[in-house]
Nanobody, 133 residues
């Protein structure tokens, strides 16, 4: 059963914080790489972070790596995106996604230097984040 369910979006003022949650299917949580993507109005979908829940491996987009963080709850198969010092340009629909086997996926992302949506087969429904100035 494939499951990626995001929650936690909402409206926040610039400089504020928000935490997004992603509930992941157990088999996916333990084997696949998990990523957060976002798609702003009129923009292409872009990768925010890719991570392996089984190892200390992450790959961040330069635009957010100093402000965002990820954490996980292994007991509940949850992945969190912590957004601090948010900016209006962070306004987007945020998606949780799962790709292939974690080690291979992380190596591919790091070698490519970019997170490509087509490399992730499974997607959640998305959650809206709106940052006001």
């Amino acid at each position: 059963h494939v499951q990626l369910v995001e929650s936690g979006g909402g409206s926040v003022q610039a400089g504020g914080s928000l935490r997004l949650s992603c509930k992941v299917s157990e088999w996916m949580y333990t084997k696949a790489c998990i990523a957060w993507f976002r798609q702003g109005p009129g923009k292409e979908r872009e990768g925010v972070v890719t991570m392996s829940t089984s190892g200390d491996s992450t790959y961040w987009a330069d635009s957010v790596k100093e402000r965002f963080a990820v954490s996980q709850d292994d007991a509940n198969n949850m992945v969190y995106l912590h957004m601090d010092n948010v900016k209006p340009e962070d306004t987007a629909v945020y998606y949780c996604a799962a790709g292939g086997e974690a080690t291979i996926c992380m190596s591919a992302v790091k070698a490519a230097g970019v997170m490509l949506p087509r490399a992730f087969a499974y997607w959640g429904q998305g959650t809206q984040v709106t940052v006001s100035s």
